[in-house]
């Protein structure tokens, strides 16, 4: 039961590479995000996926695009990668409702930009 | 401007006393409010959560208590073990789908 899977664990780029975070869930889940955690600034949304075939902006869009390839995966792409980037990188998953709703969140991509 | 606040970056507690941390939130049209803990290298998970519509849920040692007038929540931990020395972030859902997280409390729980 793998939940929620981010790859890499760990990037190291230069400014103005490219590159895409994956994010694949086995939980059957509609909604998926992708959040960024800096110090003190604690996790911020950068792109949601409410369904499939949806994105929607978050707090933190710019300098990022997502893809929603099907239910299951989830991708967040760095087309030109800068130092205001790096950050560690989260992946979370859930199946909205109206009861108790939690997020499913992967275990963090690290990635630093020089 | 961030819609979830947690003003303590850091608190200390010894072992088998009470941890109190505290979040506060500007949006009253959240639909629930959640804790999650974090340590080290892993990715946040989810600890406890409430109704906007309840004022307190328990489980085990772990009590979160919602004041919606002051647009205050807080986490209970009673009693404290080294354990559950991590950072506890507060959470709100808004329209059941988005959420939105506070910056988060590094809690040292000593021996």
């Excluded at chain 1, 981010?6 to 086995?26: I, N, Y």
């Excluded at chain 1, 989830?74 to 130092?83: K, T």
């Excluded at chain 2, 970056?9 to 010894?14: D, E, G, I, K, N």
Aim: with cysteine; hydrophobic share 30%.
């Amino acid at each position: 039961n793998a939940g929620v899977t981010q790859t890499p664990k760990f990037q190291v780029l230069k400014t103005g590479q490219s590159m895409t975070l994956q994010c694949a869930q086995d939980m059957n889940h509609n909604s998926m995000y992708w959040y960024r955690q800096d110090p003190g600034m604690g996790l911020r949304l950068i792109y949601y996926s409410a369904s499939e075939g949806t994105t929607d902006k978050g707090e933190v869009p710019n300098g990022y695009n997502v893809s929603r390839l099907n239910k299951r995966e989830f991708s967040l792409r760095l087309e030109s990668a800068a130092p205001s980037q790096t950050s560690v990188y989260f992946c979370a998953s859930t199946y909205p409702g109206t009861g108790d709703t939690e997020a499913f969140f992967g275990q963090g991509t690290r990635l630093t930009v020089v | 401007d961030q819609q979830v606040k947690q003003n303590s970056p850091s608190l200390s507690v010894q072992e088998g006393r009470i941890s109190i941390l505290n979040c506060d939130y500007t949006n009253s049209m959240f639909d629930y409010f959640l804790w999650y803990k974090k340590y080290p290298a892993e990715g946040p998970t989810f600890l406890i959560s409430i109704s906007s519509i309840k004022d307190k849920n328990e489980d085990g040692r772990f009590t979160v208590f919602l004041n919606k007038s002051a647009k205050h929540l807080s986490l209970h931990i009673v009693p404290s073990q080294p354990g559950d020395s991590a950072v506890y972030f507060c959470a709100a859902l808004f329209n059941f789908n988005k959420f939105y997280f506070g910056s988060g409390t590094k809690l040292n729980v000593k021996p």
